[in-house]
Structures are given as structure tokens and as C-alpha cells.
């Protein structure tokens, strides 16, 4: 059974940093993208970053770039995704995605596996 079980979220104020983890099981991680998307009340699932579990590619939205890292560890099969001087803005969500094969890493519809989501709020 293929599992992606996110955990590190929580409230945190304007500034401040968390960071994510997404533990994968029951696929080979190594063939795998994994990506982090987050969503907003009433707005659309968007991309965040994304690490490619073989070669350790690494991709980032600009809203996010030069503030959160993506970090890959294979023997534990797990993603990271730090996140440094947060913003009310970065409030939402945020789930992590498998993908197999990915012409653009931000499209969601490309993501075969889902987490359940962790919710990060960030106060002002």
C-alpha cells in the first residue's frame, strides 16, 4: 500500500521557520519526484518545490525561493521541506505528492500518490 504521511506543521509567527517531513512507503522511492503543494481557503492547490529522489533536482516556486530548501533522505525514504522566515501569506495546507514521471513539476494532475496534509498557519 503507498503511503505519503506529512508531519512538522503548526502555528508559527511571521519570521519564524518550520520544517515538513513527507515518509514515503510502498513504491520505489528512488524512481520517484516528490513534491510539496500547499492550498489556501478558497484558493487552487499550487506548487511549492519539488526534489527528484534520483538525481536530487531540485525546483521552487518564486514565492518561496531563497526562503524554503528541499531536502531528500533516500535511506529513510523521506522529503523535508524547511521553511525560514515564513509569511502570513504562507499559510495553507501543505501536502506532499509522489510523481513517477513529471513534464511540469507544478501541475498537480501529474502526482500519483497524496498525503492527507499538514496545516502550517503563520501569524502576523
Known amino acids: 500500500e503507498v503511503q505519503l504521511v506529512e508531519s512538522g506543521g503548526g502555528l508559527v509567527q511571521a519570521g519564524g521557520s518550520l520544517r515538513l517531513s513527507c515518509a514515503a512507503s510502498?513504491?520505489?522511492?528512488?524512481?520517484?519526484?516528490i513534491g510539496w503543494f500547499r492550498q489556501a481557503p478558497g484558493k487552487e492547490r499550487e506548487g511549492v518545490s519539488c526534489?527528484?529522489?534520483?538525481?536530487?533536482?531540485?525546483y521552487y516556486a518564486d514565492s518561496v525561493k531563497g526562503r524554503f530548501t528541499i531536502s531528500s533522505d533516500n535511506a529513510k525514504n523521506t522529503v523535508y521541506l524547511q521553511m525560514n522566515s515564513l509569511k502570513p501569506e504562507d499559510t495553507a495546507v501543505y501536502y506532499c505528492?509522489?510523481?513517477?514521471?513529471?513534464?511540469?513539476?507544478?501541475?498537480?494532475?501529474?502526482?500519483?500518490?497524496w498525503g492527507q496534509g499538514t496545516q502550517v498557519t503563520v501569524s502576523s
Open positions: 505528492a509522489a510523481a513517477h514521471f513529471i513534464l511540469n513539476w507544478g501541475d498537480s494532475y501529474e502526482y500519483d500518490y
Open positions: 510502498g513504491f520505489t522511492f528512488d524512481d520517484y519526484v
Open positions: 526534489i527528484s529522489s534520483s538525481d536530487g533536482s531540485t
